[in-house]
């Protein structure tokens, strides 16, 4: 979720998610479509689903693929453990698979069982990985008040049209329109008729789900000013620039982990000072003995660096733990985990010192995670 986004939830229940993921990529060039193109070892569709899935709100994610992808698509979900995804088939054109991903929760034809229906329904590419929580609130509180509501972007280009000799026939003024983006969001029922009413010339041609909602069930869309990072891969220099915003997102984010003792606490304390002028930093204080949902949660986002503050000597159970709940977030999946252990002496000993017997079994355990995808160190500070 996007910082300070936790609260600013929509009051709806159930929301759900369609994302059309059919295409074949014909932009981008090569014979993998765009959506199933590698971005740093993960395919494009995953960071996409991940984003959707990250939101607690959202009940369920339904991904559109075509017939042939199928099993490709099942795979990812498999891989990388997504959760609450339904894959249905696609249609030969986006609006067509849209319908059928809205099918879902209203007829059998697509899926052996009927999910709930939402109230809100979210339209999103899977070809636009960046999408945010606060964006995705605001268009669904938005469609809840108006019934429809969509993202856009300020036009970066005039656009122009040419007359039938290719010359110059008029301009539009740049300030009046706006790039339509997504996400869109819609009633459930408004989305759902406009889609049944859709003439086959608007399912074969039409591009625009707004434009289905007002012409068929006079829905006026609200618009909401989005981010510039909703951009869609198109191209196959996207998939650089893609790439290029995850790694950068992966070094600016840390988390301090401390535990309940005082001269602890302040030491992360310190640390979150020095650092959150650089870089997004998220400190919690708990008792690390315990199974604490906070850092589930933490361990469940984005965050691929720890700092993990103890005030005694190295106690291999708990940093076990520590690795197991981010083995089972399905993190290390996808990048290296660096986990920092600062082991502080507070005691009034001068020396601090950890037996060679204890040091190799820092090593080994440090050795055995590392074949998990997670990078244990360790330092040692005395503190007074």
């Known amino acids: 979720p996007s910082p ?8 709806v229940t159930p929301v759900a998610a369609v994302l059309p993921a059919g295409g074949s990529g014909e932009r981008l060039g090569g014979a993998t479509p765009k959506q199933f193109c590698a971005v740093q070892g993960r395919p494009l569709v995953s960071y996409t689903v991940r984003a959707m899935e990250r939101i607690s709100w959202i009940a369920d ?8 992808n199928i099993e490709i698509m099942k795979s990812i979900i498999e891989r990388y453990g997504h959760k609450r995804v339904t894959i249905v088939k696609g249609g030969i054109t986006r609006h067509r698979s849209i319908f059928n991903g809205l099918k879902v929760f209203a007829e059998n034809e697509f899926s052996n069982h009927l999910l ?14 960046f999408v945010e929580e606060d964006i995705l609130s605001k268009v669904v509180m ?9 993202a856009i972007r300020p036009l970066v280009s005039t656009v122009i049209a040419s007359a039938a000799d290719g010359c110059l026939d008029h301009s539009l003024e740049r300030a009046r ?5 997504m996400p ?3 009633l459930f029922d408004i989305i759902y008729e406009a889609y049944r009413q859709c003439t086959d010339y608007d399912l074969d041609y039409g591009t625009e789900c707004l434009h289905l909602a007002l012409k068929y069930c006079k829905t006026n869309a609200k618009l909401v000013e989005g981010t510039a990072d909703l951009w869609k891969v198109t191209y196959k220099r996207d998939l650089y620039a893609a790439e290029s915003i995850i790694k950068d997102n992966l070094s600016q984010q840390v988390c301090v982990i401390t535990d309940v003792k005082e001269a602890v606490a302040q030491v992360g304390f310190l640390l979150h000072e020095c650092l959150k002028s650089q870089i997004k930093v998220e400190a919690i204080s708990i008792s690390l003995s315990k199974n604490d949902s906070h ?3 933490i361990f469940s986002g984005q965050c691929y660096n720890f700092v993990c503050i103890k005030g005694k000597k190295y106690a291999i159970q708990e940093t076990q733990q520590l690795v197991d709940m981010l083995e089972k977030s399905n993190i290390p999946l996808l990048y ?11 005691s009034e000993n001068i020396s601090f010192s950890i037996g060679m017997e204890e040091l190799t079994r820092i090593k080994k355990f440090a050795r055995e995670v590392k074949k998990k995808n997670i990078l244990v160190y360790g330092l040692l500070i005395q503190y007074k």
């Open 4 to 11: 300070g986004s936790r609260d600013a939830r929509p009051a």
């Open 295 to 297: 850092l589930q949660n």
């Open 336 to 346: 290296p985990v660096v986990l920092i252990l600062v082991h502080l002496d507070i």
């Open 142 to 150: 938005a469609a809840k008040e108006h019934g429809a509501a969509g």
């Open 184 to 186: 869109q969001a819609f």
């Open 177 to 181: 329109y706006r790039a339509s983006e």
């Open 116 to 129: 709930q229906k939402p109230e809100v329904v979210i339209i999103h590419d899977a070809v636009r990985p």
């Open 61 to 68: 994610i339904i991904v559109v693929v075509s017939p042939e």
